[in-house]
């Protein structure tokens, strides 16, 4: 869905080095870590990383936010279980999945 927004192809595979990546705000970087620390087993959403989440968005944001990371993370590892694979609307799909490990070409 990110391209459909206009997210750039270069900006989605950024993602998988965002630390370092020009293409994220400060702001998207930590939500980005949120994402990061809540999709690990078991969580690792320390104070500090809570305290910087704070810092940019509200309550009301953040509890937005954590309930799509909720989501995307049931979806995924439930999509799993199944073997559901990802129906391919996105033209470089293949390109992200190698890059992370899920497609061996």
Same mark, same amino acid.
Request: a neutral charge; hydrophobic letters at 40%.
């Given at each position: ?14 993602? *998988? =080095?965002?630390?370092?990546?020009? &293409?994220? $705000? @400060? ?22 990383? *809570? =305290?910087?989440?704070?810092?940019? &968005?509200? $309550? @009301? ?45």
């Amino acid at each position: 869905m990110a391209s459909e927004h206009g997210i750039s192809h270069e900006k989605l595979m950024a993602v *998988f =080095d965002y630390h370092q990546s020009k &293409y994220f $705000t @400060e702001s998207e970087k930590i939500a980005l870590r949120l994402a990061q620390g809540l999709t690990e087993t078991p969580p690792t959403i320390d104070e500090l990383l *809570f =305290d910087q989440v704070m810092a940019y &968005y509200t $309550t @009301e944001q953040i509890t937005g936010l954590a309930i799509a990371i909720a989501l995307e993370n049931f979806r995924s590892r439930f999509n799993r279980c199944f073997g559901v694979q990802p129906i391919g609307k996105y033209s470089k799909l293949n390109e992200l999945l190698k890059a992370i490990g899920m497609l061996k070409l």
